[in-house]
Nanobody, 122 residues
C-alpha cells in the first residue's frame, strides 16, 4: 500500500517562500496522480494543486495560481509544492494525496499523508 509523508512545513513571514514535499514509500509515486490539499483552522479541507502521473497536466486553485508550483522528482519518489509570495491566508495544514485514477482537486483520493503545518505571520 502506498504511504505518503509530507515535510517542509514551518513558519514564514508574509511574502516569503516555502517548499513542502510529499515522499512515497513502498510503491512508486510516478504511477499515481497526486494532489495537494490544505485545511485552515475552522475551515474545510480544500484542493489547491494537482499533477498527473506523467506531469503533463497540472491544475491550481485560483487563490494560489501564479504563486504556487507543483512538480515531481521521480528519482526521489517525491512531489513538491513550491509556495512563493505567501500570505497569512495560506496558513494551514498541508496534505498530499495520491490515486491511480485522476481526481483533480476533489477529495476522492485513496491515499493521504499526515500533513505538515505552514504558518504565515509577522
Amino acid at each position: 500500500q502506498l504511504q505518503l509523508v509530507e515535510s517542509g512545513g514551518g513558519s514564514v513571514q508574509p511574502g516569503g517562500s516555502l517548499r513542502v514535499s510529499c515522499t512515497a514509500s513502498r510503491l512508486r509515486l510516478d504511477n499515481y496522480h497526486v494532489g495537494w490539499f490544505r485545511q485552515a483552522p475552522g475551515k474545510e479541507r480544500e484542493g489547491i494543486s494537482c499533477v498527473s502521473r506523467s506531469s503533463g497536466y497540472t491544475n491550481y486553485r485560483d487563490s494560489v495560481k501564479g504563486r504556487f508550483t507543483i512538480s515531481r522528482d521521480n528519482a526521489k519518489n517525491s512531489v513538491y509544492l513550491q509556495m512563493d509570495n505567501l500570505e497569512p491566508e495560506d496558513t494551514a495544514v498541508y496534505y498530499c494525496a495520491a490515486d491511480r485514477v485522476y481526481v483533480g482537486l476533489d477529495h476522492g483520493y485513496s491515499f493521504w499523508g499526515q500533513g505538515t503545518t505552514v504558518t504565515v505571520s509577522l
